[in-house]
């Protein structure tokens, strides 16, 4: 057996949830957010960081955590909306969503990463406290689980995507800017669910002569 919280951390006992995303460096598709409450006791052999693990593993480990977490619950943020308020936003409003659609509150969120999400995007969710975990996928159970489904989600949806945007390999590559992902770009241009803020996604635009004379040591 095994618990959902780190030594030392006085959260032993609060109703602890592990926050984390999946598709933040993609150049398309959303960014998805999971949060997952671990019971006090659970049994998920292999449980780690979801990029740690192939498919198959991931696959067996997300029926299994539906099956035993107290609850858990998704928030996405899609393409359109990281081009609004950035990529980071886009992270925090997904966050905030999965935490806002738990069917239990928790008392306490373990964020993966080195910032907790911003009061503004929990509603003004009174009583919650935050810690921000680095690498916290490896060492918080919770954190795990959320990448796991947040990772698993969202990879389905990319699939489904490729189907209706055939050109990308979004199946093979799930929207990260691999070769083939950019030669599409290059060839046949972005698509609905592309992020056009992101580098790569749009053709670099070619500086004027005159800009070209404004630069340092022209």
């Known amino acids: 057996m095994s618990e959902n919280l780190l030594p030392g951390m006085g959260t032993e006992n609060l109703v602890t949830a592990g926050i984390d995303e999946a598709g933040r460096g993609c150049l398309a598709g959303p960014v998805v957010a999971g949060a997952v409450i671990l019971p006090e006791e659970y049994y998920l052999p292999g449980l780690t960081d979801s990029k740690k693990l192939d498919e198959a593993a991931r696959d067996r480990l997300a ?7 107290v609850c ?4 996405v943020s899609r393409a359109h909306v990281v081009d609004e308020i950035n ?5 925090f409003r997904a966050m905030g969503r999965s935490v806002l659609h738990l069917k239990v509150k928790p008392q306490m969120l373990l964020v993966d990463g080195n ?20 690498k916290g996928d490896l060492k918080i159970p ?9 990772k698993t989600f969202r990879d389905k949806l990319m699939v489904q ?16 800017g691999t070769k083939v992902h950019l030669d599409a770009l290059k060839e046949v241009g ?15 635009k ?3 002569k005159q800009e070209r004379m404004c630069l340092p040591g022209i």
């Open 161 to 176: 995507l490729a189907k209706r945007y055939p050109d990308y390999g979004f199946e093979i590559h799930k929207g990260y």
């Open 87 to 91: 990529i980071l936003q886009a992270t």
């Open 190 to 204: 972005p698509c609905a669910v592309h992020r056009l803020t992101f580098k790569g996604v749009l053709p670099e």
């Open 115 to 134: 910032k907790t999400i911003p009061a503004s995007y929990l509603n003004g969710v009174s009583g919650v406290r935050q810690d921000a975990v680095v």
């Open 206 to 208: 070619k500086k004027t």
């Open 63 to 69: 029926v299994e955590i539906k099956e035993q977490a």
């Open 72 to 75: 858990w619950a998704l928030g």
């Open 142 to 150: 919770a954190i795990s689980a959320a990448s796991i489904l947040a």
